[in-house]
């Protein structure tokens, strides 16, 4: 059956949640699922796949998700956030490596003033590139500040779509809160990303499809899966971690009810296995997002253990993932990738 439900999506881009769950538990068509994913990206989004240089400005948060080593209860980071010039600086590095698209990632917090991040985002977007943002939680009138001041996107993962997990694993914060950042974010004109953290502590399956379909309802233009990476500076250190097999199932399975959407090979894939954003982007992923943060920064900027190319360059990586793209007979864009719609839900 599971078979049967992998050929409907692959024509219909329509799944229920029952279909998602018997796809999710069965490990036999792994092979279908992903060369459909696959056809299907080739499809509708091609050959092409997008960088986006991933700038980690801040490691402060006043956030405490218990999965997460930026938490503000790590005592054991050494805390950063670089001054406005430094992220000019590092984004104008970025630029001449040839990046189309800065994605600005920070914790949360009021760090700095949405009027510094605005005008940082108005300075950058001289340079000709696209911006993402992705600080977190904001207030309406501060989204439209950002948006105004020239940002064209914005990434907020959901993380998940259980409402009580969601509140465990995120003290002091609402679930409705979240999605209802998420409907002003797209309400206001951005490209909207979100996305979740597969392998968390109780998370069932069923809890898993839902997430699928809540990509779907929400129209997110872009969506990132990946692991749970247990960390040890964590309350969640000695728990088990979601598995690489399980994030490429998710990922495939958005890729076919998502058709045209950007689909990351994300990171946390590839510190679980060294090929994993090749893998990714074989089963249905057209991005990258390689790190362009300068110097001993992305180290610090640690989610989780085992983070890929924290002793490289930008520089190196620009060029290690290139050949790696080209290695699989796929071209690096040099357009904006935005999002072409094309199938109508
Ligand atoms: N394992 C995997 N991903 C993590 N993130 C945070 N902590 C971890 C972890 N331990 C992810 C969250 C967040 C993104 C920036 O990093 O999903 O949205
Ligand atoms: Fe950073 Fe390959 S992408 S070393």
């Known amino acids: 059956m599971p078979g049967l439900f992998i050929k409907k999506a692959e024509k219909e881009h329509r799944l229920t949640k029952d279909e998602l ?12 699922l992903f060369d459909a994913a696959d056809r299907v990206r080739e499809k ?53 490596y040839g990046y189309k698209t800065l994605v600005l990632q920070s914790g949360e917090g009021d760090f700095y003033s949405t009027e510094d991040i605005a005008s940082i985002v108005r300075e950058i977007k001289k340079f000709g590139v696209a911006i993402t943002l992705s600080i977190g ?58 996305g979740s953290l597969i392998g968390l ?51 495939a399975l958005t890729r076919l009810l998502l058709p045209d959407i950007n689909i990351p090979a994300t990171t946390a894939m590839e510190s679980l296995d060294p090929n994993g954003r090749l893998i990714a982007l074989k089963s249905g992923a057209n991005v990258v997002m390689p790190n362009v943060t300068e110097g001993e920064y992305r180290a610090l900027y640690r989610l989780y253990p085992g983070k890929i190319c924290i002793n490289d360059t930008p520089a190196h990586c620009r060029g290690c993932i290139t050949g790696k793209i080209r290695s699989i007979n796929r071209v690096v864009a040099n357009d904006y990738g935005f999002r072409k719609k094309i199938f109508k839900v």
């Open 201 to 251: 502590p109780g998370q069932s399956i069923g809890s898993i499809a839902d997430d699928i379909l809540f990509f779907k309802e929400l129209g997110a233009d872009m969506i990132g899966v990946g692991p749970f990476i247990p960390n040890e500076d964590t309350p969640l250190e000695n728990e088990q971690g979601g598995t690489f097999e399980m994030s490429l199932k998710v990922m």
């Open 137 to 194: 939680e904001k207030t309406e009138e501060e989204y439209k500040l950002l948006r105004q001041a020239g940002a064209d996107r914005f990434l907020l993962r959901i993380e998940t779509t259980d409402k009580e997990l969601y509140e465990k694993f995120h003290p002091g914060m609402n679930h409705e809160n979240r999605i209802n950042c998420l409907r002003t974010i797209k309400k206001l004109g951005y490209e909207t990303g979100t």
């Open 44 to 96: 509708y989004v091609g050959d092409k796949v997008h960088l986006r240089g991933l700038l980690e400005f801040s490691n402060l948060c006043v956030r405490d998700c218990l999965y997460c080593g930026l938490r503000k209860d790590n005592k054991n980071l050494k805390r950063y956030r670089l001054k406005p010039g430094t992220v000019l600086d590092f984004a104008r590095k970025a630029v001449s």
């Open 21 to 32: 769950t018997a796809i999710l538990e069965n490990d036999g068509i792994n092979r279908e």
